[in-house]
């Protein structure tokens, strides 16, 4: 083991918030080095940043993810500077299905309400135009939805490689993979970081470990009620080389024996598996809290789930998944709770020293994250409202949560 080394920032976790993170970070005029510790090997698929894409949207039913939305578009326009490689794309997002249907991703009705409330344009749609238009059939003639014009995909691989190549381009950043931390010290004016190969000490301290999140958090006595996912993607083959889709999700009602009815998907994406197109359920039959209990495979179920979805209502794809993957994701217990975002709790010594994110569907979100948890390490503070996802009311002593 070597000397124990001081940075002015130390961020737990390699994955797309931790490199947006360290890539604000580098920006600032008040930081002189910056520490990224990453368990595994960088752009891995063993946690929550793994996967060729995520999707891209506006509408939500809370307004203030909305908003949020919203604010993190010139970040994604920042960042798609520094590359030639489409980082976002803009097809469109088309919700369809019953319209008062709740799932993880909200409800159609409540959506469109906020929608109209910022002034978003989109297209509303019944079930015949959304067949005659994307390419679905069989749907129930009581569906209906809308079409946005500003959502997409994001290219997931490409993201993760400019937040990289930025960070360490600074000059600012270490960027050290293969250091699983076993030990964190919370002390009044500096942090001290042991890991499986070396210490470290540091000023303040971002803790952006996705599923592992409450690994991280044990070290200082206490966890986040979280659950994960363990969630499967499949992809079909195109049987016409002209015919795409937007991005989509469809909302039905539960069908017996464990189907929620919740599936979404992409257009074809040039950069992953090109002739086929992404499909996958909206819910993963394998949840669990220690991402030790993950399994090395896609659940079968939800893949024949998923299959025999496309079968039903898209006729111009392959009836059988050719490709399978899968990607944890975390998600807060509570259903009303969108993602953790917040300092550390009080009863942690020197609290605000230490910001938290965790938990959500928010890859949608990643440069304008990194760059609140960025301001609040090294300001204290941030100009974007954050009361939503605060902490304290929600975490527990590890003994709490058996």
């Not at 799932?103 to 344009?121: F, H, K, M, T, Y």
């Not at 019944?126 to 997409?152: K, M, R, V, W």
């Not at 200082?220 to 993607?233: F, P, R």
């Not at 989509?248 to 464990?258: I, L």
Request: aromatic share 12%; net charge negative; glycine share 6%.
């Amino acid at each position: 083991m070597s000397g124990t080394k001081f940075y002015d920032l130390i961020v737990i976790g390699g994955g797309a918030m931790g490199l947006a993170t360290a890539y604000h970070a580098s920006k600032s005029q008040n930081v002189s080095n910056v520490l990224v510790l990453e368990q595994y090997a960088f752009y891995n698929e063993l946690s929550s940043s793994g996967g060729s894409s995520r999707q891209f949207r506006l509408q939500y039913e809370e307004d203030y993810m909305a908003k949020l939305v919203l604010a993190a578009i010139p970040y994604w326009d920042e960042l798609q500077a520094h590359t030639d490689i489409t980082l976002r794309t803009k097809v469109g997002s088309l919700w369809f299905g019953a319209a008062d249907v709740q799932s993880s991703e909200g409800q159609i009705n409540a959506a469109r309400n906020v929608l109209d409330q910022l002034n978003l344009p989109y297209q509303n749609l019944c079930a015949a135009e959304i067949e005659n238009e994307f390419h679905f059939t069989n749907l129930p003639d009581s569906y209906g939805g809308f079409f946005q014009p500003d959502g997409g995909s994001l290219n997931t691989p490409a993201i993760l490689r400019t937040l990289y190549q930025q960070a360490a381009a600074s000059k600012r950043v270490t960027l050290s993979p293969q250091q699983k931390v076993i030990e964190l010290i919370a002390g009044e004016h500096e942090i001290v970081v042991r890991t499986t190969a070396d210490t470290f000490t540091a000023k303040k301290l971002v803790i952006a470990a996705g599923p592992f999140t409450n690994e991280i958090l044990k070290l200082l006595g206490i966890e986040l009620n979280i659950i994960i996912w363990q969630m499967v993607s499949c992809y079909f083959k195109k049987k016409h080389a002209g015919v795409d889709f937007p991005s989509w999700f469809v909302f039905e009602e539960p069908k017996e024996y464990y189907d929620p009815g919740l599936y979404y998907g992409f257009e074809e994406m040039s950069w992953s598996n090109p002739g086929f197109i992404r499909v996958a359920p909206a819910f993963a039959l394998h949840t669990f809290r220690d991402p030790a209990d993950r399994t090395d495979r896609p659940d079968a179920m939800d893949v024949w789930r998923t299959a025999q979805w496309v079968q039903n209502h898209m006729p111009e794809l392959e009836a059988e998944a050719r490709f399978k993957s899968w990607c944890m994701a975390a998600l807060p217990a509570h259903n009303a709770k969108k993602m953790f975002l917040d300092f550390a709790p009080n009863a942690i010594p020197s609290h605000r020293n230490i910001v938290i994110f965790s938990a959500g569907w928010a890859f949608k979100f990643v440069p304008l994250i990194g760059k609140i948890c960025a301001d609040l390490a090294i300001a204290g503070k941030t100009s974007v409202d954050i009361s939503k996802f605060g902490i304290e009311e929600f975490y527990e002593r590890p003994c709490d949560l058996d």
